[in-house]
């Protein structure tokens, strides 16, 4: 099975700044890598698919890149709307998993 | 409007069983492969199984292999999920998802707005 693991598992940052998450894959998934932002009682939202997709709708500051095993999101931007935690998920492979998550909490 | 709506969750004793289900309107819901995908308190998310658009194939994860079954019902826009000898362990939100394929990239486009399981003595 693939892992996913996710870094950092928190950060604090203020509006308008840059926030770099990164996920790594245990093994190759090429570029089959999606990011998802999830608010406290909300379903997760899809965000970025195959590494750098961005899905009808979400705003251009949200940029995702990489390939093979190491990934990474990034805002541009921070806005008020963004404190939220965001997961990785590897979709190459059964089972499709997902990393442990990072919380962006308001400084 | 195109919805995913959960139904049929709610509190087990281990042991027990659940069946849950998702309605899907406003899309052509034969199209599409689904999974279920579940949200432990104070946990990240966990995929949980998959079904091909036409219930030809179905996929899940190592944790609930042998105890959940996964199925759909084409004429109906209904996907469930059979839970049975449960776990304390499978307490989380459950969230029906639609699949896509791009590039060799499965991902989760649409997803409910889930139902929450307790398994607790």
């Known amino acids: 099975d693939i892992q996913m693991t996710q870094s950092p598992s928190s950060l604090s940052a203020s509006v308008g700044d840059r926030v770099i998450i990164t996920c790594r894959a245990s093994?190759?998934?090429?570029?089959?890598l999606i990011w998802y932002q999830q608010k406290p009682g909300k379903a997760p939202k899809l965000l970025i698919y195959s590494t750098s997709s961005l899905q009808s709708g979400v705003p251009s500051r949200f940029r995702g890149s990489g390939s093979g095993t190491d990934f990474t999101l990034t805002i541009s931007s921070l806005q008020p709307e963004d404190f939220a935690t965001y997961y990785c998920?590897?979709?190459?492979?059964?089972?499709?998993?997902f990393g442990q998550g990072t919380k962006v909490e308001i400084k | 409007q195109v919805l995913l709506v959960e139904s049929g969750g709610g509190e087990v004793q281990p042991g027990g069983s659940l069946r849950l289900s998702c309605a899907a309107s406003g899309l052509t819901f034969r199209n599409y492969g689904m999974h279920w995908v579940r949200h432990a308190p104070g946990k990240g998310l966990e995929w949980v199984a998959y079904i091909q658009y036409d219930g030809g194939k179905k996929f899940y994860a190592d944790s609930v292999q042998d105890r959940f079954t996964i199925s759909r019902d084409n004429s109906k826009n209904m996907l469930s999920l059979q839970m049975n000898s449960l776990r304390t362990e499978d307490t989380a939100v459950y969230y029906c998802t639609r699949d896509l394929l791009e590039n060799n990239c499965r991902y989760f486009d649409l997803w409910g707005r889930g139902t929450v399981v307790t398994v607790s003595s």
């Open positions: 093994q190759s998934i090429s570029g089959s």
């Open positions: 998920q590897q979709g190459y492979s059964t089972p499709y998993s």
